[in-house]
């Protein structure tokens, strides 16, 4: 291979190279649909706590170390909710949420995502706290606890037990609705940009 | 013909192309790792220039302002931009290259972990730099990067919830963010350590022409085709079409497009394939080359293997048993110390077989001693009738390859790598007759066993340990060094070095006759075309 022929060989493949590499760094991608509106479900609720105990068998209790034998055993929990999300009388969605962490006693937190085309929608959302027969004596029971720590404080900042929402929306290309908890007002609310 | 696996040949085919185009010594796929480190530091100067103008508070507008700094600040972030393509690119070569040659296992291993830690480090800062833009393309990369954290049980609060819109999004995120970004390049430079501590003076930096050619390349596209601004993030607006650094976001379409279990499952299954390397890929135990031994009876204590082996496996210990040895013994006149080998260390690359002048030491069946036996059973086929030239050649290099008995009519001795060959091997092949030794070996940069050719090449020319012998004509023994992929120049080399030893004896049979030269004098090397 001729001086020449290296020179500009080596030189047209590094620049070849070099243009590749700035093409790749930059080139276009659609991330989600081409035009697309988005309705965004984000909110956090605390959610209603409830206790649940029983007793324990004798059994159970022989199997403990003396110091810890009580006779009742308790667990926290808060009470999950029911989402239903209907977009232009279509069911989206129909799903238990439960509260986070591994025992299930950390706030709630919805987190949705529903592509629309751009232009007129309906959007209707239940989300309703679902509890088991058999809690409320348990609730009750924490009625009471709550009554001991601030009733007045935990009054205003209580959930309702049902949170609903529908409306019509407008939404533009690429536009995002974001349907979120108003705490001050105890409701969903719609917030765009 | 010896088999190779197909990736192999292509990367002998690659190799040889960009040897042609820019000769051994500046191919840049020989110095993918030194490159690295080389943009590793471009990154850093230029980084730090970037950070005195960006704003936590202000983190889109800050990089507006540097981008509008048409004289410096906007060819800076694009050479910090493109440096860090450029990296990945190059951590990809290397990554790849020393997986094809095989060389991810055994002792390597830590080199090779170490080496995959950094690779993601470099993403990670590659990520958050994206994020600390906070266009759409950085938006986009937090909001995966979120969506995949969330689905770990340890965060109280998901962390997507982050960019949902609700509320702003707080200082303290841009602020971890910015310090993961700056903070990462310092383990960077410790794993850097790490990866390199397994071997003797490691090469950090490619040839200073490379380097710095190579940085020039990056600052010209960063001046003639400057990156600009995508808009910034909106989180009340999908992404829709935008701009992404495909190094750095090359897995986004996959991942957005699968549940997010599933891209855990696919990239821990990857990642896993890629740390377990050094187990899939070594070979069969039986095929494993056994590591280096010392024959402390032969061993003088010298320390040359010491000095010369790649891969730091060999120290220098007491002599068993010397300490309470009768001053009048045997042991009791020999070396304080002899060498030891640490087989956990060793590749068993060969190295010091051609360090050791007693040939004391050296993988079973690589000594010097074993390499002397194969040579005579070499000289043995040549029944009496001695070749004007013969080859050694590395069997990695274009030398020995192809796994021929000859190349263009002369006899090859192979040789497990050059800087195994021990250069009484070369004087024995001329005393057996050979007109002249031609030694192929690889190019320095791509021995596989990193030091072969240099060391070779000082005991061949500059009197290192273990060297050819003053009494040796040099002009009857040639180093070159040639890649698998270009056996033509072994060829060349090889008809060059043929026509002046032709030379050499026509002049030495002319000299023994003894005629006055009243014509012309003979040919000399420098005259052959
Ligand atoms: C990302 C940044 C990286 C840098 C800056 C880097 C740099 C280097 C350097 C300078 C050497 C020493 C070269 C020598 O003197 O022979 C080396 C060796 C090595 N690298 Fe890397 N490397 C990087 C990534 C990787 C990756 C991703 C892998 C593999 C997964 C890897 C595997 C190895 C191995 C196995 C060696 C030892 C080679 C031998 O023992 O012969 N490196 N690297
Ligand atoms: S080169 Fe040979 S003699 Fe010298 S220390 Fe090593 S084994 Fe011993
Ligand atoms: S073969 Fe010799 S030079 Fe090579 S790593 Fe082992 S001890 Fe070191």
Redesign the pocket.
């Known amino acids: 291979m001729t001086r020449s022929v290296r020179v500009v060989g080596g030189g047209m493949l590094a620049l070849c190279g070099l243009v590749a590499l700035g093409w790749l760094s930059r080139l276009p991608y659609t991330t989600q649909r081409d035009s697309g509106a988005l309705v965004r479900l984000a909110w956090r609720t605390r959610g209603e706590r409830v206790r649940e105990c029983r007793h324990r068998t004798p059994e159970e209790l022989a199997k403990l170390p003396p110091h810890m034998r009580e006779d009742d055993v308790c667990e926290g929990r808060v009470l999950p909710y029911r989402l239903v999300v209907k977009l232009d009388d279509t069911l989206e969605a129909d799903a238990m949420v439960r509260a986070s962490g591994a025992r299930e006693d950390r706030p709630i937190y919805v987190y949705h995502e529903f592509p629309l085309a751009p232009g007129t929608h309906r959007v209707s959302i239940d989300f309703e706290r679902q509890g088991a027969p058999g809690e409320v004596e348990n609730e009750e029971r924490a009625e009471h606890e709550r009554e001991e720590t601030g009733r007045a404080e935990r009054a205003r900042r209580a959930e309702p037990g049902r949170l609903q929402l529908d409306t019509t929306l407008v939404l533009s290309d690429r536009e995002i609705a974001l349907v979120t908890y108003n705490a001050d007002e105890r409701r969903l609310v719609i917030r765009e940009k | 013909m010896t088999s190779r696996s197909p990736t192999r040949r292509v990367l002998t085919h690659l190799d040889a192309w960009m040897n042609r185009l820019y000769g051994w010594r500046w191919n840049p796929l020989y110095q993918s ?2 490159l ?2 080389a943009l ?1 530091a471009v990154l850093l100067v230029t980084g730090i220039y970037l950070l005195l103008f960006y704003r936590l508070g202000l983190p889109y507008a800050s990089v507006v302002r540097i981008t509008d700094q048409v004289w410096v600040g906007r060819w800076i972030r694009g050479l910090h931009r493109f440096a860090s393509d450029a ?1 990945v690119v190059a ?1 990809a070569i ?2 790849l290259r ?2 094809i040659q095989k ?2 296992w055994g002792p ?1 291993t830590l ?2 972990v170490a ?2 830690i ?2 993601f480090l ?1 993403f990670v800062c590659g990520w958050t730099g994206y994020v600390m833009v906070w266009d759409i393309q950085g938006e986009v990369l937090a909001r995966e990067g979120a969506r995949l954290l969330d689905a770990i049980p340890i965060f109280s609060e998901p962390i997507s919830r982050t960019f949902v819109g609700e509320r702003p999004i707080p200082g303290a995120f841009f602020f971890l963010n910015l310090f993961v970004h700056v903070a990462l390049p310092i383990g960077l430079g410790v794993l ?1 350590w790490i ?2 501590s ?2 003797a ?4 930096l490619p040839p200073r022409g490379l380097m710095w050619g190579a940085i020039g390349l990056l600052f010209l596209i960063s001046v003639v085709w400057p990156i600009g601004m995508s808009p910034p993030a909106d989180l009340f607006r999908t992404p829709g079409r935008a701009e992404f650094d495909w190094f750095y976001a090359f897995w986004l379409p996959v991942v957005k497009a699968v549940p997010v279990w599933a891209a855990w499952a696919g990239g821990g299954a990857v990642s896993l394939a ?1 740390l377990l ?1 050094p187990i899939w890929s070594r070979p069969r135990a039986t095929a494993r080359p056994a590591p280096s031994f010392v024959d402390a009876q032969l061993c003088t204590g010298c320390e040359q293997c010491y000095q010369d082996c790649p ?1 730091e496996a060999i120290s220098m210990i007491a002599r068993p048993g010397r300490a309470g040895a009768a001053p009048e013994s045997d042991l009791a006149a020999k070396s304080e110390f002899v060498a030891h080998v640490d087989p956990s260390l060793c ?1 068993s690359c060969g190295i010091c077989a051609g360090s050791c002048a007693p040939m004391g030491v050296g993988p079973p069946g690589r000594t010097g001693r074993d390499q002397l036996s194969g040579a005579r059973a070499f000289a043995a086929e040549w029944n009496g009738k001695a070749p004007a030239v013969v080859i050694a050649g590395c069997t990695r290099s274009a030398g020995a390859a192809h796994g021929r008995p000859m190349f263009d009519g002369v006899p090859v001795l192979p040789v497990n790598c050059a800087g195994n060959l021990h250069t009484s091997v070369i004087e024995y092949l001329l005393r057996s007759g050979a007109g002249g030794v031609l030694v192929v070996s690889c190019p320095p940069r791509d021995c ?3 030091e072969g050719p240099k060391w070779l090449e000082q005991r061949m020319h500059h009197d290192r340990e273990a060297e050819l012998q003053e009494r040796v004509d040099r002009r009857r023994v040639r180093l070159v060094h040639v890649a698998e992929g270009q056996p033509e120049l072994v060829a060349s080399a090889l008809a060059q070095f043929r026509s002046e030893i032709e030379a050499l004896e026509r002049a030495a049979a002319e000299a023994a006759i003894d005629v006055m030269h009243e014509c012309e004098p003979p040919v000399t090397a420098e005259e052959v075309p």
């Open positions: 790792g030194t690295v480190v590793l990296a951590a290397h990554a020393l997986l060389r991810s390597r080199a090779w080496g995959l950094l690779l470099i850097l990866h390199v397994r071997v003076r490691p090469a950090l890629l390397t891969y590749v596989w066993n990193r």
